[in-house]
T-cell receptor, first 116, second 115 residues
Framework: EAQVTQNPRYLITVTGKKLTVTCSQNMNHEYMSWYRQDPGLGLRQIYYSMNVEVTDKGDVPEGYKVSRKEKRNFPLILESPSPNQTSLYFC???????????????FGNGTRLTVT | GQQLNQSPQSMFIQEGEDVSMNCTSSSIFNTWLWYKQDPGEGPVLLIALYKAGELTSNGRLTAQFGITRKDSFLNISASIPSDVGIYFCAGQGRAGGTSYGKLTFGQGTILTVHP
């Protein structure tokens, strides 16, 4: 089954303790992206990647890191989490590139992160 | 960064009524997208619009890409209980531009349908 898989689904951690949220897709998609969802603010893009080893900042990249060493995986890293990073996080992937600009995003089911 | 203003923030309607929501932007987008999010799940694409002025339908859903490229609306006709959810608009930059991979979402419209 074609899907985007995020882990974990729920995570409670403390300020400053490094964490990684994994994202994997099995559709051979070039494009992957991370979003955070907060009430009243919708989805805001954190980072995106157009292909392996190509990453770019979205609208709210501060406090986050990403890597794209292989096509299927796009982990989100919080080196020193803070309470304002408590949020619902979504990973997404797409066939989207400069030629297939009309390809939709496929979203994972989300990771709810709480930083105390 | 670019901002999208989506309205209304929430709607409470009776089953069978039509629904309309819209998004406006201070910037031009080359693609407008509408997504729906069910509780506990990620958003799912409903309609994609690629040309200014384009009007596209998907079943009971109709969406239009504004002629100025700065706005879009989504209409749902004859609403049913399973239409409940959060609806998001999203805008995407032009091909070849530096912001091509950036996708900007609106704040969302929470739709409640009473049977």
């Amino acid at each position: 089954e074609a899907q985007v898989t995020q882990n974990p689904r729920y995570l409670i951690t403390v300020t400053g303790k490094k964490l990684t949220v994994t994202c994997s897709q099995n559709m051979n998609h070039e494009y992957m992206s991370w979003y955070r969802q907060d009430p009243g603010l919708g989805l805001r893009q954190i980072y995106y990647s157009m292909n392996v080893e190509v990453t770019d900042k979205g609208d709210v990249p501060e406090g986050y890191k990403v890597s794209r060493k292989e096509k299927r995986n796009f982990p989100l890293i919080l080196e020193s989490p803070s309470p304002n990073q408590t949020s619902l996080y979504f990973c997404a992937s797409s066939l989207f590139n400069r030629l297939t600009y009309n390809s939709p995003l496929h979203f994972g089911n989300g990771t709810r992160l709480t930083v105390t | 960064g670019q901002q999208l203003n989506q309205s209304p923030q929430s709607m409470f309607i009776q089953e069978g009524e039509d629904v309309s929501m819209n998004c406006t932007s201070s910037s031009i987008f080359n693609t407008w997208l509408w997504y729906k999010q069910d509780p506990g799940e990620g958003p799912v694409l409903l309609i994609a619009l690629y040309k200014a002025g384009e009007l596209t339908s998907n079943g009971r859903l109709t969406a239009q890409f504004g002629i100025t490229r700065k706005d879009s609306f989504l209409n749902i006709s004859a609403s049913i209980p399973s239409d409940v959810g959060i609806y998001f608009c999203a805008g995407q930059g032009r091909a070849g531009g530096t912001s091509y991979g950036k996708l900007t979402f609106g704040q969302g419209t929470i739709l409640t349908v009473h049977p």
